[in-house]
Every structure is written in C-alpha cells, then in structure tokens.
C-alpha cells in the first residue's frame, strides 16, 4: 500500500476511522491495522512530517525532506503563527527541547509548563506550539501517539532509524526533482499542479524542477483530451485500458484529496464538509467517494457508531454520469477491489497510482501486472478517451441507482466487518438512499 500511494495522510476525526488506515482498506480490504501500527510505530518504516499536510511518509525519504525543516529553520514555509512563536519565544521553545532531550518521548501536556489552549480547533497552548515548531524544524520528531491521538515527541536520534539518519542531504534542488519523480510514480499522468500538490511544493519550487526533469528524459509532456493543461508521465508508462475497482475511499486519500484533479478525472466535486456547520452541508459530516469500475459512483455519509455496533450510512447519495457525451460502460462482469495485491486484473483502476517502492521494486513483476492489465504504451502524444467520466470498466452499470446500490452494500457489509461492526443503518437522505435500503436488507446486513 505504501508502495502504491508514498505519502499518507493523517486527520485527528475519528467518526469512522482515523485517516491514514482508510488507504489501506481502499487497497487491500480486511488488512491488520495492527500490522500496520507496528511497521509504522516499531519497524519505523514511515515516520510523520509535513508531506502532503501531516502525513506519514516512508522514512527513506527523511532525508528528501530535510530541505523544508531548515527552511523552516529560516521561517520559511510554515504556519506564520508557529514560525513567530518560536521567534519570539525561543527560550520557551529551547527548554521545550531541552526537556525532550532529559526526559523524552513527551506529549506538549508533559511540559513542565504546557501553558492552556484558547479552546477551538487552532487555540494551541504554548507547549503544543512549540513541539510543533520544534518537530517542523527537524528538532523533534513524532515517535507515537496515545489513544487519544496526542502526538509524543523525541529526538530524531531516537525515532529516525541510524542508518537513514546517517545518509547525506541532498541538495534541495536534486531533492525535489526526486520527490516530484516519486509523485509521478503515483499520479501516472498529471499536471504540474498535480504533481507539485502531491508534497505541497510552491509552484516557484516546483516548476523549474519539473523543467529539469523534462529534458533529462525522466517526464515525457502529454496532452489529455478534455484537459486545458499540459500533462507529464514517465516515459512508457501503460495505460489501462480497462478497470474493474471497487472501493470506499477516505476525503483523505491520494487518489481524490486533491479537488481539481478529481474533477478532471472524475467529473465529481470532493467536497470536505468536516467544519461547516451542519445547517449548510450538503452532503453530511464524513462523505467518501465510491469507487466502481472507473467512476465514482456514488458518494456516502459514514459514521461508526462503536457503542451500538452499527455502521450509520447517513445520507448516500447516486453519482449522475458527468457527460452526456461519455460512451456506455461495456458489458457487465464482476468487479473487484481496487488494487488488491496479487490480482493484477484487480488493480486496473489503481493504475496510476502504481509506482516504484521506497526501497526499490520488481521491473520484471511489475512488466508482468502491465502485460496483464492489457495496457497500451504511452507515446507521449495525445492521450484519447480521458474526458471525465469516460468508462472503459467490464462491471455493473455505475448509472443505474440499484447496480450502485447493490456493490455499495456488498462494500459497507465488509467495512463494518471490518470495523467490528455487527450491521448496518441506512437513514432515508439522499437520492441514493431508497436503493442501499433494499440492497443492505438483501444482503442481511440490516439492522
């Protein structure tokens, strides 16, 4: 999974699950989010930093990053307020570390003198301002978290494996290059926006990286029908033509997180509706995006409530077809998870998310998934057949509300599973929601 997206991101909501282990289900279906704990928390094969927001990102990477920690050093490039707090309290802020270093790992509540938040969202108190000045500088890292999701920082020393902390700094230039190869290696094809977004790199940064790796040969430009701007690929990327994905999908995760990009590619607006308040949402709280075929077929409001062991499916709602224009998917067959390891007619619809691991990759296994999945070689030319929307799946109708409805349901059945759950509710909201009502009581699943 890792392998596939590079950069996890990671929110404190908890309604349905924690963010970064949504990637994974997405991916993989029923996986261990133990195992997953522990090759992050004992392993240290990811550690958390400001990669795409606050994500875990694969610590071979540490020293790609290190760039925008002594940026930040400078005050440049982060949250103006944290880069003034640890100006003008730099002894607070040098204590903070020198009580880390003595008594470490420690949580901003440890302090000797936390301080008290404002209250709200962004009310920080002084302690949890200045951990996290100290950890955007590369002073501090995150080496766990509690059960109530507080971060516990430590020396990088301590939390960043020897033989990672011990390799040379790149210099930045040569470091975003690579990380914007490494965004290419999961986007597939892209715009420089895209491909910029993926570690929030400024567009000053980026482009002239971007450029380099243009005439070094490592991108090839493309054009994308439907597309105003020009695109960029690795050289011989295949495309697929053909997907058959199924999956649930977090706000937060690489292949929709960034909005303009699942418009082109998609036709659907991602709208994260976590803080307007409830009277003006349109489509609920914690609203994911349903995967089918090549579509995003539906989009549902989630919520897992623990206590009474159901899955609340609050509003479900049908995705139109973004074009008219769009030919007619082709003729039914039975989808499977997007990307699930060891079916490569599985991972179809995650194709251009595929990319080389941090630690290197099978060319010859991966050659073999390409010949598989029936790809065509990119040219560099114009790409045909990518307006949004545009279906090339072997799978149920994504137009029809009760073909949706009936693999939505298969896919809530196994989450709740998932998740512990014994059933699932499906409140009456959203043009979706009469046919998942008969779906889920097909299925047994309801409550």
Same mark, same amino acid.
């Given at each position: 999974?890792?392998?596939?997206?590079?950069?996890?991101?990671?929110?404190?909501?908890?309604? @349905?699950?924690?963010?970064?282990?949504?990637?994974?289900?997405?991916?993989?279906?029923? *996986?261990?989010?133990?195992?997953? !704990?522990? /090759? #992050?928390?004992?392993?240290?094969?990811?550690?958390?930093?400001?990669?795409?927001?606050?994500?875990?990102?694969? =610590?071979?990477?540490?020293?790609?990053?290190?760039?925008?920690?002594?940026?930040? /050093?400078?005050?440049?490039?982060?949250?103006?307020?944290?880069?003034?707090?640890?100006?003008?309290?730099?002894?607070?802020?040098?204590?903070?570390?020198?009580?880390?270093?003595?008594?470490?790992?420690?949580? +901003?509540?440890? @302090?000797?003198?936390?301080?008290?938040?404002?209250?709200?969202?962004?009310?920080?108190? !002084?302690?949890?301002?200045?951990?996290?000045?100290?950890?955007?500088?590369?002073?501090?890292?995150?080496?766990?978290?509690?059960?109530?999701?507080?971060?516990?920082?430590?020396?990088?020393?301590?939390?960043?494996?020897?033989? #990672?902390?011990?390799?040379?700094?790149?210099?930045?230039?040569? +470091?975003?290059?690579?990380? /914007?190869?490494? &965004? &290419?290696?999961?986007?597939? #094809?892209?715009?420089? %926006?895209?491909?910029?977004?993926?570690?929030?790199?400024?567009?000053?940064?980026?482009?002239?990286?971007?450029?380099?790796? =243009?005439?070094?040969? $490592?991108?090839?430009? =493309?054009?994308?029908?439907?597309?105003?701007?020009? &695109? *960029?690929?690795?050289?011989?990327?295949?495309?697929?033509?053909?997907?058959?994905?199924?999956?649930?999908?977090?706000?937060?995760?690489?292949? =929709?997180?960034?909005?303009?990009?699942?418009?082109? /590619?998609?036709?659907?607006?991602?709208?994260?509706?976590?803080?307007?308040?409830?009277?003006?949402?349109?489509?609920?709280? *914690?609203?994911?995006?349903?995967?089918? %075929?090549?579509?995003?077929?539906?989009?549902?409001?989630?919520?897992?409530?623990?206590?009474?062991?159901?899955?609340?499916?609050?509003?479900?709602?049908?995705?139109?077809?973004?074009?008219?224009?769009?030919?007619?998917?082709?003729?039914?067959?039975?989808?499977?998870?997007?990307?699930?390891?060891?079916?490569?007619?599985? #991972?179809?619809?995650?194709?251009?998310? +595929?990319?080389? !691991?941090?630690?290197?990759?099978?060319?010859?296994?991966?050659?073999?998934?390409?010949?598989?999945?029936?790809?065509?070689?990119?040219?560099?030319?114009?790409? $045909?057949?990518?307006?949004?929307?545009?279906?090339?799946?072997?799978?149920?109708?994504?137009?029809?509300?009760?073909?949706?409805?009936? $693999?939505?349901?298969?896919?809530?059945?196994?989450?709740?599973?998932?998740?512990?759950? !014994?059933?699932?509710?499906?409140?009456?909201?959203?043009?979706?929601?009469?046919?998942?009502?008969?779906?889920?009581?097909?299925?047994?699943?309801?409550?």
């Amino acid at each position: 999974m890792f392998a596939q997206v590079g950069v996890v991101q990671i929110d404190s909501v908890n309604v @349905l699950a924690r963010a970064h282990y949504l990637p994974g289900w997405s991916r993989l279906g029923p *996986y261990s989010r133990e195992m997953f !704990d522990r /090759l #992050v928390r004992v392993e240290r094969y990811a550690y958390e930093y400001w990669a795409h927001e606050a994500s875990l990102v694969p =610590v071979a990477w540490e020293p790609l990053l290190r760039w925008r920690a002594a940026a930040a /050093l400078a005050g440049d490039g982060m949250w103006r307020g944290i880069a003034a707090f640890g100006r003008e309290r730099a002894d607070y802020v040098a204590d903070a570390l020198a009580q880390v270093r003595d008594r470490g790992p420690l949580a +901003a509540a440890d @302090l000797a003198e936390p301080g008290r938040g404002g209250g709200g969202w962004w009310g920080w108190a !002084d302690g949890k301002r200045a951990m996290e000045y100290l950890m955007w500088t590369g002073q501090l890292c995150v080496a766990g978290r509690r059960p109530s999701f507080e971060r516990l920082y430590d020396l990088p020393e301590r939390v960043i494996p020897p033989a #990672v902390l011990g390799l040379p700094t790149p210099d930045p230039h040569d +470091a975003v290059r690579i990380l /914007l190869g490494h &965004a &290419a290696d999961r986007l597939g #094809v892209a715009t420089a %926006g895209d491909l910029a977004d993926y570690f929030r790199l400024p567009a000053a940064v980026a482009r002239p990286r971007l450029a380099e790796l =243009v005439e070094n040969g $490592e991108l090839v430009e =493309v054009g994308v029908v439907g597309w105003s701007a020009r &695109a *960029y690929a690795r050289p011989g990327l295949t495309v697929a033509r053909r997907a058959a994905g199924r999956a649930l999908l977090s706000p937060f995760d690489p292949l =929709v997180w960034e909005r303009a990009r699942t418009r082109r /590619l998609f036709g659907m607006d991602v709208v994260l509706e976590l803080y307007t308040p409830a009277p003006k949402r349109r489509y609920g709280y *914690y609203v994911l995006p349903f995967l089918l %075929g090549d579509r995003l077929a539906a989009r549902v409001d989630l919520k897992a409530d623990r206590a009474a062991r159901v899955l609340r499916v609050a509003a479900a709602w049908h995705e139109p077809d973004p074009g008219s224009d769009i030919p007619a998917p082709r003729r039914p067959g039975r989808p499977g998870r997007a990307g699930r390891a060891g079916r490569p007619s599985d #991972v179809a619809a995650d194709r251009v998310l +595929a990319g080389a !691991d941090p630690e290197g990759v099978d060319l010859a296994d991966r050659e073999l998934a390409d010949r598989e999945l029936g790809g065509a070689e990119l040219e560099g030319a114009e790409l $045909e057949g990518a307006d949004p929307g545009g279906s090339a799946s072997e799978g149920p109708d994504p137009s029809s509300p009760a073909a949706v409805a009936a $693999e939505l349901a298969a896919e809530l059945a196994a989450l709740a599973g998932w998740l512990g759950l !014994d059933r699932i509710e499906v409140v009456a909201n959203g043009t979706l929601a009469p046919a998942l009502t008969r779906a889920v009581a097909a299925l047994g699943a309801a409550g």
